[in-house]
């Protein structure tokens, strides 16, 4: 699996964000579409997080996302100042989100994710939230290709 081929197209999914008790915190929908640029040599990918609840709120984020020279996998999100940074761990990709510093200096959570493919078309994504080192949550995220 390379996200430039996995995450090209639409997926959908669903997902759940649990405490350090277990206890789910949040649910989720999420679609996302990923379109490659031969021209950037990268791959622009929109997100959209729908959190279910009392009230909808919807979280989007564009990121552009391209293999660097050392075979890393980094993205990065101009307008959050937000970046990642992966690698290949087998079949797995594993990466690091995060958002170090949010403007007036206030530190933010950082993400380890792992996506493990199920099927060709279909990925878990778990994650592990993190702040100044401690846990604080975990990702549980099921994606399916559409299409």
């Known amino acids: 699996m390379t996200p430039e081929v996995f995450l090209s197209g639409r997926l959908t999914g669903f997902g759940c964000v649990q405490g350090l008790t ?5 649910r989720y929908t999420v679609e996302m579409t990923g379109v490659w640029s031969d021209e950037h040599r990268a791959l622009h990918l929109d997100e959209a997080y729908t959190y279910i609840g009392r009230e909808q709120e919807v979280f989007r984020r564009s990121w552009v996302v391209h293999t660097d020279e050392q075979g890393y996998v980094v993205g990065y999100d101009a307008h959050q100042a937000a970046r990642f940074r992966g690698r290949l761990d087998g079949a797995d990709l594993r990466m690091i989100f ?23 078309n279909q990925v878990m994504m778990v994650g592990r939230v993190t702040f100044l080192g401690l846990p604080l949550a975990t990702t549980h995220s099921a994606l ?4």
């Open 22 to 26: 277990g206890k789910v915190l949040r």
């Open 98 to 120: 995060d958002r170090p510093v949010r403007p007036g200096g206030r530190m933010e959570p950082s993400q380890h994710v792992r996506f493990v493919e199920i099927t060709p």
């Open 144 to 147: 399916t290709k559409v299409g």
